[in-house]
């Protein structure tokens, strides 16, 4: 373990003692520490930072993953200004935030399947088939994030009454999220296969690796793309599916589903951003705009109010 790597644990261990969710920054800050090492770097400098931070858009990833490896630098660069006075901290506004909209890929029951089916048949490791197609499943029929779904203890699953705790998400909150009969049925498959595979694992995660330890997201969206790419979903999509877009899938289904049963939306969104962790239902009123479907659901159905209520 090289010096850099060493005080990246250390900064990492010291944030987490005190409270803060650093999962984006555990799986950007090693690959920026391995960049410095490549180079013979002992410390962060802006003109190492810009360069990798712009790297990551030059690779084709998205538009927003240069700001936010900015940040993540930005926090271990003032940390290491406390242990090595040539330390450069990144300005504020040297990479801002450019924000890009881009339309998810709603994945059609048959291209859910396919990915899981994928999954079972051509990852060869019994434990390791077996853990991707259950959480796709479970990403597919929750809306849980990633980081939740990876996040998940054998202890946060009630069987009893079928509910997930998901503790301190995206913005710091727990809730309790309700799943259907046969996702309980589908993880208890899982949890027995992986206790017989992997009965002392290293980690209490639901999810386990090969290793005997929790997933990491480093690892996890890789997988993913594999197995994306080897079904050939979405290969003729404008943007190529993404993990996330199971969430935005699982949102705009049930929001149609809605429409399509003549239920006031409105009056049960809330309970739909609730559900999804999301911080105000405004974030949920973003699936309206997301697919073209929807919008002229909702517009439709607006066009419904405005008659029943004219003169």
């Known amino acids: 373990m090289s010096a850099l790597e060493q005080t990246l644990a250390d900064y990492l261990r010291l944030r987490r003692s005190l409270g803060h969710d650093l999962a984006e920054s555990a799986w950007m800050l090693p690959g920026f520490v391995a960049f410095l090492d490549e180079r013979g770097m002992q410390t962060v ?21 240069g700001p936010r490896r900015m940040t993540a630098v930005r926090g271990f660069a003032r940390y290491l200004t406390g242990l090595d006075p ?49 959480l796709i499943g ?42 259907d009969s046969s996702v309980v049925q589908a993880l208890a498959r899982y949890a027995e296969l992986r206790d017989n595979l ?72 809330p309970a739909l951003s609730t559900y999804l962790g999301h911080r105000e239902p405004a974030s949920t009123y973003w699936y309206l705009s997301a697919v073209p479907e929807l919008l002229a659901l909702a517009a439709a159905r607006q066009e419904t109010v405005w008659q029943e209520i004219r003169p």
């Open 138 to 179: 479970l990403l597919a029929s929750s809306g849980l994030r990633i980081g939740e779904a990876i996040k998940l203890d054998r202890s946060d699953v009630d069987w009893h009454e079928g509910v997930l705790l998901i503790r301190e998400s995206k913005f710091g909150k727990s809730r309790l999220v309700p799943v």
């Open 86 to 134: 040539a330390t450069e901290v990144p300005p504020l506004g040297l990479m801002p935030h450019r924000p890009h909209w881009r339309q998810p890929f709603i994945y059609s029951p048959a291209n859910i399947q396919q990915v899981m089916a994928y999954a079972r048949h051509h990852l060869t490791a019994p434990l390791r088939s077996a853990t991707y197609e259950t």
């Open 45 to 65: 400098t802006v003109r190492a930072a810009l360069e990798w931070a712009q790297a990551a858009e030059t690779e084709g990833r998205t538009t927003t993953i």
């Open 198 to 269: 992997q009965p002392h694992p290293r980690d209490p995660s639901f999810f386990i690796s090969r290793t005997r330890k929790r997933l990491i997201y480093a690892v996890v969206c890789p997988t993913f793309r594999q197995l994306i790419t080897g079904t050939g979903v979405g290969a003729e999509a404008p943007s190529p599916p993404r993990m996330h877009d199971l969430r935005h899938t699982f949102a705009v289904r049930t929001l149609l589903s809605w429409y399509r049963a003549g239920v006031d939306v409105p009056a049960k969104l």
